[in-house]
């Protein structure tokens, strides 16, 4: 996705922007969160990040960075698209550098120990400015870049990069030094900049079972800014969906097992893809399971994520399962949803009105709508695939790609957070105990994944061809399980926010590899609703 993709989305620029005059569903707000019941966590904030190591390495750059600099770049940057924003620094209006600035001063404002704190920032990238300078030195070649050229990018604290511990938010990874997995590889390639590592759902939500999601040893609890402390996170992207949503970034990498992308993405009112598998590397990042774990690109707008997803393609032949994507080109210009079928839930339409209202949008749109009800199917043997896959895949992972940790496998880990388990492990670690007791061979984990993987695609195939249908329309990740053993993609895209003010995304299903087509729906469905919101104690 070069500069082609620019040229193509320039008509479409002006019609993504949020929706102020939406229904009166969709524009409930903050107001009733007033007389709502704020959770109460064991951990909030982590004791575990030091503030001036943090910042050390910015300190006197942000002093130059005045407040008034930074509400003068604001209308160039905050809620804009990335083509939005190059088109900004082709005219000269805005650098590289106060870009990164921008977000730096933003995250430093609000992050950490205020009265508005996310938690949603790890660490920071201490060579991020000299990055950004060295980018805009290069702006001479810009004819040739990607568009993720120049443009900070937050990456969930599971997945491999120098400069920056990758700690999946576990106290015993606190000096896990690592190389670049492959996607942050091919991000710098195409021009990236590495903003920092966001924080998750410890060891992305398979470790403790009764904890909140968005909670780490090291990160703290990370909040949603729609209902801080009040509305839950999603797991166990958290960190990246909160950045991305409060502006504290464009764009966050998320990775997801069963859900992780989309659960996030919807509770926080981004945009979120869960690929097929194998479409992204996964080399370097800590797993959870390598026969349902994917990274995925999360965002602000469907654009925005097509080009973060294009920046991190490319086949690793490191990873059995990864594949070369042929066509990241995807054109917005045209995309019309007249003649498309989809299936959605009877139930949901009768449970959820503003399931109800997407449908409707759609409809108007020209997308023919089928009602059906689901097959009642079980995923036996879900949990026990992921204790059975992370006993193995985690060794392999510390001695593949992990730094010098001293670990080799769960055992060590479970062993070294009883030494101090106040800290290290204060909501217990359940789903780690779990892991060390289960136990098959190999035919017997090959015969668990075929008999989920047959079953996840009759849940889909059963109805898309008994109505030939093009996708299949969810909400958040309800349905994110099948689509994980079936190794189908999915997209969610902010479909509003209901009476309490909670957002919620419109999520569409499709057929492995079809990842053109789900943009295509989600552009069209994106710019006919028009339903996101900034969160409105951080605009």
Sequence with gaps: MKKLLFLLLLPALISCGNDKNSEAENTETQDSLKTEKEEEFKVLDSKNISQDSLWSPFENDLAEFSEEKYQSIKPLIFDKNIPEIQEAVKKGELTYEELSLFYLYRIKKIDRENELSLNSVISLNPNLLEEARKKDKQLNN??????????????????NTQNMPTTAGAIALQNNQTEDAFIVQKLKENGALILGKANLSEWAYFFCGECPSGYSAVGGQTLNPYGRK?????????????AVAANLAPVAVGSETSGSILSPSSQNSVVGLKPTIGNLSRGGIVPISSYLDTPGPMSKSVIDNAILYSAMTGKDVEDTLSVEVEDTDFNFENTS????????????????????????????AGAEIVEFEAEEIELENFLRLLSLDMKKDLPEYFEKYGGKTGFASVDDIVKFNLKDSVSRMPYGQTLFDGILHESADSTNLDSIKNDLS???????????QEHNLDGILSINNYHAGFAAVAHYPAITVPMGYNKD???????????????????????????????????????
């Design 142 to 159: 810009s004819a040739e870049n990607h568009l993720i050229n120049g443009i900070p990018v937050f990456l969930k604290d599971n997945i």
């Design 230 to 242: 009040i509305f839950d996170t999603g797991g166990s992207s958290s960190g990246s969906a909160v």
């Design 337 to 364: 949803l007249e003649g498309k079928r989809f299936g959605a839930f009877k139930q949901l339409i009768k449970e959820d009105s503003l399931y109800k209202l997407a449908v409707n949008d759609l409809r108007n």
């Design 454 to 464: 047959e079953k996840g695609k009759k849940y889909f195939d059963t109805p898309m």
């Design 501 to 539: 003010g909670v957002p919620k995304g419109l999520t569409f299903f499709a057929k492995s590899s079809e990842e053109n087509k789900l943009y295509q729906w989600a552009f069209a469905y994106e710019k006919a609703s028009k339903r996101r919101q900034s969160p409105k104690n951080y605009e």
